[in-house]
Each structure stands twice: as C-alpha cells, then as structure tokens.
C-alpha cells in the first residue's frame, strides 16, 4: 500500500484526475506536488512579488479542487492551471491598479544567469545590468504583453498551450508575441537612449 501514491505520481495526469472525480484527497494532493512549482514561477514572473505569488498560488489550487470535477481533458492538467493561475494574477493586477499598488520586480536574478558567462567579472556585470534594463521594460508593459513574453520566451511554451492559457487561438497568439516583442524592444530602446 505504501508504493501506491509514488505509483500514482509517475502516472499520467488523467490518473490523478480520475482519482479526483472519485473523490480521492490524495490524488489531488499529488497534483500540487507535481504542479506548485511551475504555478508559483508563473505568478512569480507576472507580479513580481514572492507573497503575492504564493497568494495566487494558493488560489489557484483552491480553485482547481473546486473545479476538479469540471476539468476536460482537451488541454494538458498544468495548462488548466496556468490558465486558472493567469486570470487570478489578472484579477490581482487589476486591482492593484485600481489601488494604485506600485509594483516592484524582486526576482530580478531569476532571469539573471551569471553562471553562463565565462566568468569575466565585466561580462558579468554587463549581463546583470542589460537584464535589469529588459526587466524595468517588461514590467512596464501592459499586463496582457507582460504575461505572452513570460509563456513563450521564459517559460518557453508553445503557441498552442499559450493559446490555450489565453483563450486565444496559436496565430493569435503568435501575432500577440510579436506585438509584445516589438513593444518591449521599444522601451528598452527608449530607456537605453
């Protein structure tokens, strides 16, 4: 009996689903396991702010238990999630909006990756201070901007799941990127020079 959860965690998502639907606590539980990480990132990276974050986190997933039961499988179990997790940051967004909340990037390393560099010291250097100029322009992008450059070219999804996430269709969202690269290739350039 011990060796049935760690069974259901190498299982696929449609699994741990149907365990859901028939009222198992523990599936559910397994899905945070598998999935807390990814939603956190992905709140992380469109508010900026760690408590805020585990906030929507935490929604997202209680929101998911409640919906369990109307989850379909024409999207992937973390799509479903990310999709959740995207309207509650959208929600949090407007509100901090409405609040006038100035928002404040803290993961500025997360995007950083000195590591890279051969270890010159300049080039380290270099690289941290044109990652803080990208960062102070993405964030200051429109939410809707914000959140496809995050998908596509940091969490490195494909059209198809970010047009899923977004409700829109792959070429939508591929044309909403472009928009959005274009648009954050123009603040970066106006705060370079």
Not at 18 to 25: E, L, P, Q, T
Request: hydrophobic share 35%; with cysteine.
């Amino acid at each position: 009996m011990v060796a049935q959860p760690e069974a259901a965690m190498k299982g696929p998502d449609e699994q741990l689903v149907a365990r859901c639907h028939a009222g198992d606590i523990e599936a559910f539980g397994l899905i945070y396991e598998r999935y807390e990480r990814q939603v956190f990132r992905y709140a992380y990276r469109l508010l900026g702010h760690k408590e805020d974050a585990d906030d929507v986190k935490q929604e997202t997933f209680v929101n998911a238990y409640l919906a369990i039961g109307t989850f379909r499988s024409d999207a992937g179990l973390q799509t479903w999630l990310l999709k959740i997790c995207g309207n509650l940051c959208r929600d949090r967004f407007k509100s901090w909006e409405q609040r006038k909340v100035e928002y404040h990037a803290e993961y500025r390393h997360d995007l950083a990756c000195p590591h890279s560099d051969s270890g010159d010291p300049h080039a380290i250097l270099e690289r941290a201070e044109r990652t803080e100029i990208i960062l102070q322009a993405l964030h200051t992008l429109p939410l809707s901007q914000r959140e496809i450059i995050v998908l596509h070219d940091i969490d490195e999804r494909d059209y198809k799941e970010i047009g899923t996430i977004l409700g829109c269709t792959p070429i939508s969202a591929k044309l909403r990127l472009f928009r959005a690269r274009r648009s954050l290739q123009d603040r970066v350039k106006s705060m370079l020079g």
